[in-house]
């Protein structure tokens, strides 16, 4: 935009004025500048597509309100700014209310007025144009090929639903193993649907603590709790007008289960310590690596709020399910990897691809992500080489007891570990080391664990 004319209409039927006008905002050579002398002259050359109208109030053929009013019916994006002989307040607020930018009164400050208005204007459009661009950009970054790579027939499925997913704003449903591409998948289907200009909110439904979940979805008033210093917006408000992807759904708590059926139900939320109900519209993307039907007939997940959530399901295969999948997962990783850090080509000895095609790969894509970049760095040419590709090499017994360290540093680097393994998960890492999840939490809000 700033190498850009931005186009300005000064419509004034007082030939003087409009020419001094015209001076003033020339001054800045970015500013392309038209004159005209009459409404109708003014709107019969809006195909010229200007972004700013100063307005006369008073024309012969038409009054300002007239052409306020057509302005907008001709482009909502112009910005009109209305300039007037009269200090009027009542016809002030009355255009204000129409759609336009400012009122100024003529005096012998309103070039200089005016000159700061249009300054404003156009750092708005210039900023609305990036926040567009970068909208653009990052629906091309989550196109589908781009955001899930393979040719495999099981991840072709997964596209053909991805597709339907898009046009619409059906309630979708993600399953999968952990590592397998989830998250990857909502913002794919975010950004390439209707929704895409609008927000996008991730919530880590197993990376909150069970008593801080319900305010983070839904937000609570100052003073509803201990520690409520401030009024905070939930999630829900956070994403209205766009989609919220609630990932690890099925660990919500059974007593929270009911509240989140009837936001969907109702598509309204209250925030804790209020009796106001604040209306959302959302489109929900939940995902789980469990199995959500088998945690109903076990009591953990409702039933009602099951059926409601199911929607368009969608079943992302695991990497060993993927067949040739893997080596196309890894050149686009080494690939990735070598440009960042601007290294040269370099690629797969067929030794390599026999040792990464036979291995079941636990952790899916995050797991051969890791090990591809661990590749690049360990490999002495341009050919990475089966001694390269070391599966146990970030866990081995002998370097984790290599150094001398307290029981206490090697259970935090443990559940860290574990952590980062399944996706900062709480409940499912607290079932896999049988710890409480209290203690996890605790660590978390010590800074001794983080999470992403």
Not at 31 to 50: G, Q, T, V, W
């Amino acid at each position: 935009m700033a190498n850009d004319t931005f186009k300005i209409f000064i419509l004034d039927d007082d030939v003087w004025y409009s020419e001094l006008l015209e001076y003033h905002l020339s001054l800045n050579p970015d500013y392309e500048i038209r004159k005209f002398h009459s409404a109708s002259e003014c709107l019969s050359n809006f195909y010229l597509h200007p972004q700013v109208v100063t307005l006369d109030y008073s024309l012969p053929d038409k009054n300002g309100s007239e052409v306020l009013k057509k302005i907008k019916e001709l482009n909502p994006d112009v910005q009109v700014v209305v300039i007037s002989g009269q200090e009027d307040v009542a016809t002030a607020v009355d255009l204000l209310k129409l759609g336009a930018y400012d009122y100024i009164v003529k005096d012998e400050d309103t070039p200089e007025r005016l000159w700061n208005t249009i300054n404003k204007i156009r750092e708005n459009v210039t900023l609305r144009e990036e926040i567009d661009q970068l909208k653009e950009e990052i629906g091309q970054k989550y196109d589908f090929s781009k955001a899930i790579i393979g040719n495999s027939e099981a991840i072709r499925k997964v596209f053909a639903l991805m597709d339907k997913a898009a046009k619409t704003n059906i309630t979708v449903s993600i399953h999968g193993e952990t590592g397998t591409g989830k998250e990857l998948v909502a913002k794919a289907i975010h950004y390439n649907g209707p929704k895409k200009k609008a927000p996008y909110v991730t919530v880590n439904v197993a990376a909150i603590p069970r008593e801080l979940i319900e305010s983070e979805l839904f937000g609570h008033e100052k003073g509803a709790f201990t520690g409520a210093l401030a009024r905070r917006l939930g999630k829900f408000e956070e994403a209205n007008k766009g989609t919220i992807f609630l990932d690890e759904i099925g660990e919500l708590d059974i007593s929270l289960q009911a509240k989140l059926l009837r936001v969907l139900q109702e598509k309204e939320i209250t925030r804790i310590g209020s009796n106001s109900v604040v209306p959302v519209d959302v489109r929900i993307i939940v995902a789980t690596h469990k199995n959500l039907a088998e945690e109903v007939k076990k009591g953990n997940f409702r039933e009602d709020l099951y059926y409601r959530l199911l929607g368009l399901p969608i079943q992302l295969p695991p990497l060993r399910d993927r067949g040739g999948d893997v080596l196309v997962l890894a050149k686009h990783f080494i690939d990735a990897f070598a440009k960042d850090n601007g290294m040269g080509k370099k690629t797969l000895s067929p030794a390599a691809q026999e040792k990464l095609l036979s291995y079941s790969f636990p952790g899916n894509v995050r797991e051969l992500k890791a090990l591809m970049e661990l590749a690049v760095v360990l490999s002495d040419d341009a050919v990475i080489q089966e001694q390269d590709i070391n599966f146990s090499a970030s866990h081995t017994e002998k370097d984790f007891l290599a150094e001398e360290r307290t029981l206490k540093t090697y259970t935090t680097i443990i559940i860290q570990h574990f952590l980062d393994r399944y996706d900062y998960n709480v409940l499912l890492v607290a079932d896999k080391l049988d710890i409480g999840k209290s203690t996890i939490y605790r660590l978390i809000q010590s800074k001794e664990l983080t999470v992403k």
